[in-house]
């Protein structure tokens, strides 16, 4: 006798049925299971047992309703690691869809039990699944991991962030800090949902913000200076990005040959030094110089980038205050894109969401339920 999964009664078995459960590799071979389980019919929960279907007790070894075992799953989340799904199904014998529907499963179980009571820093950058489609807003807490993750990036995404929090034992009054873009949607967003929170507009993003318009500076001298092309990419480094110093010189002393090319390439570097002051005021003096200087440059391009970065600047020199950056959630995008290789062609949103919070996310697997 077995008791009913859905009473817990003892009932009579009706008949036994044969089930094959996919199994780790035995000596090198390919391991099927094939498990005769029972089947009952309850005559306490479900009626008059012939009008009812009979119902199959899952061994337990296997979760209910699935063709793989525990010790399969355990396997297939070891090879992950190291792996892509392809050669995870391969080397498993599975199919890539078993593989997602394993990983989504146990991802979601163990999302259910995340505990953000300890979040005070959150860092939120966008990604994609797919290049140029389906933009996915990536959050990340100061204990780096990812802790949130949906599909769009307006202001909407940080109202659920918000539930998110509250639904993990975080509390949205307590966030002291956001490292962000310079969008306005995330601050907006921001500002809303989490009222006791400082914005901090990260390094790469108002760095990258003026080197597009100092890269249009450089298209149009291109049309004169062909040779530019050369040294385009170079022009574009952070000086701190050389590992060779006469490299670094040699672009520098070469970018003043092209005229007004080595002029905003001075005002780039200037402002990429903006954080290497030793505190705020002094940081605050030579924002404001930087940008007299590059109004009085001239350039259509450079000039709007600049007028957006002083609207933000107190944003910007916040990080003297809290000298936290989007570094770590840009460290997170690059896994992501990892993630991405991975998943390379088997992959939808959801799917893309779970592997990237399996791998990054730090969650506790466990495959005894």
Same mark, same amino acid.
């Given at each position: 006798?077995?008791?009913?999964?859905?009473?817990?009664?003892?009932?009579?078995?009706?008949?036994?049925?044969?089930?094959?459960?996919?199994?780790?590799?035995?000596?090198?071979?390919?391991?099927?299971? &094939?498990?005769?389980?029972?089947?009952?019919?309850?005559?306490?929960?479900?009626?008059?047992?012939?009008?009812?279907?009979?119902?199959?007790?899952?061994?337990?070894?296997?979760?209910?309703?699935?063709?793989?075992?525990?010790?399969?799953?355990?396997?297939?989340?070891?090879?992950?690691?190291?792996?892509?799904?392809?050669?995870?199904?391969?080397?498993?014998?599975?199919?890539?869809?078993?593989?997602?529907?394993?990983?989504?499963?146990?991802?979601?179980?163990?999302?259910?039990? &995340?505990?953000?009571?300890?979040?005070?820093?959150?860092?939120?950058?966008?990604?994609?699944?797919?290049?140029?489609?389906?933009?996915?807003?990536?959050?990340?807490?100061?204990?780096?991991?990812?802790?949130?993750?949906?599909?769009?990036?307006?202001?909407?995404?940080?109202?659920?962030?918000?539930?998110?929090?509250?639904?993990?034992?975080?509390?949205?009054?307590?966030?002291?800090?956001?490292?962000?873009?310079?969008?306005?949607?995330?601050?907006?967003?921001?500002?809303?949902?989490?009222?006791?929170?400082?914005?901090?507009?990260?390094?790469?993003?108002?760095?990258?913000?003026?080197?597009?318009?100092?890269?249009?500076?450089?298209?149009?001298?291109?049309?004169?200076?062909?040779?530019?092309?050369?040294?385009?990419?170079?022009?574009?480094?952070?000086?701190?990005?050389?590992?060779?110093?006469?490299?670094?010189?040699?672009?520098?002393?070469?970018?003043?040959?092209?005229?007004?090319?080595?002029?905003?390439?001075?005002?780039?570097?200037?402002?990429?030094?903006?954080?290497?002051?030793?505190?705020?005021?002094?940081?605050?003096?030579?924002?404001?110089?930087?940008?007299?200087?590059?109004?009085?440059?001239?350039?259509?391009?450079?000039?709007?980038?600049?007028?957006?970065? &002083?609207?933000?600047?107190?944003?910007?020199?916040?990080?003297?205050?809290?000298?936290?950056?989007?570094?770590?959630?840009?460290?997170?995008?690059?896994?992501?894109?990892?993630?991405?290789?991975?998943?390379?062609?088997?992959s939808n949103v959801e799917n893309f969401m779970m592997l990237a919070y399996l791998r990054n996310g730090n969650l506790e697997i466990v495959f005894d339920r």
């Amino acid at each position: 006798m077995f008791p009913c999964p859905k009473c817990g009664t003892f009932c009579k078995v009706h008949q036994y049925e044969k089930r094959y459960y996919s199994h780790p590799r035995i000596m090198m071979m390919s391991t099927v299971l &094939m498990i005769r389980v029972p089947k009952l019919r309850c005559l306490v929960c479900e009626g008059y047992p012939q009008a009812i279907r009979p119902m199959t007790i899952s061994p337990p070894m296997a979760r209910p309703d699935v063709s793989y075992t525990r010790l399969m799953e355990q396997e297939v989340f070891q090879l992950i690691e190291d792996m892509c799904i392809s050669s995870v199904a391969k080397n498993t014998g599975l199919t890539c869809r078993i593989v997602f529907q394993m990983i989504c499963y146990r991802v979601k179980q163990a999302l259910v039990l &995340m505990d953000l009571s300890d979040v005070r820093i959150l860092y939120v950058d966008e990604t994609s699944s797919k290049k140029g489609h389906n933009y996915i807003t990536v959050v990340s807490d100061q204990n780096k991991r990812i802790i949130f993750m949906c599909e769009g990036k307006d202001s909407k995404t940080m109202d659920k962030l918000k539930d998110w929090l509250l639904e993990h034992n975080g509390d949205p009054e307590r966030i002291e800090w956001v490292s962000c873009d310079l969008g306005e949607a995330y601050p907006s967003g921001v500002r809303r949902n989490f009222p006791n929170t400082v914005i901090i507009y990260d390094h790469f993003h108002v760095s990258k913000l003026f080197n597009d318009a100092f890269d249009t500076l450089i298209s149009e001298e291109m049309r004169v200076h062909a040779n530019l092309t050369k040294i385009r990419k170079k022009l574009l480094m952070h000086p701190s990005s050389f590992e060779d110093l006469r490299e670094r010189d040699r672009i520098a002393s070469t970018a003043d040959d092209f005229g007004r090319v080595g002029q905003g390439y001075r005002l780039k570097n200037v402002l990429g030094s903006i954080y290497d002051y030793p505190d705020k005021q002094t940081a605050e003096v030579y924002l404001d110089l930087w940008y007299a200087d590059v109004l009085r440059f001239g350039h259509k391009e450079m000039n709007r980038a600049a007028e957006s970065i &002083m609207q933000r600047k107190e944003g910007i020199l916040a990080w003297y205050d809290n000298p936290i950056s989007n570094g770590y959630a840009e460290g997170i995008n690059s896994m992501i894109q990892t993630t991405k290789r991975i998943a390379f062609g088997h992959s939808n949103v959801e799917n893309f969401m779970m592997l990237a919070y399996l791998r990054n996310g730090n969650l506790e697997i466990v495959f005894d339920r």
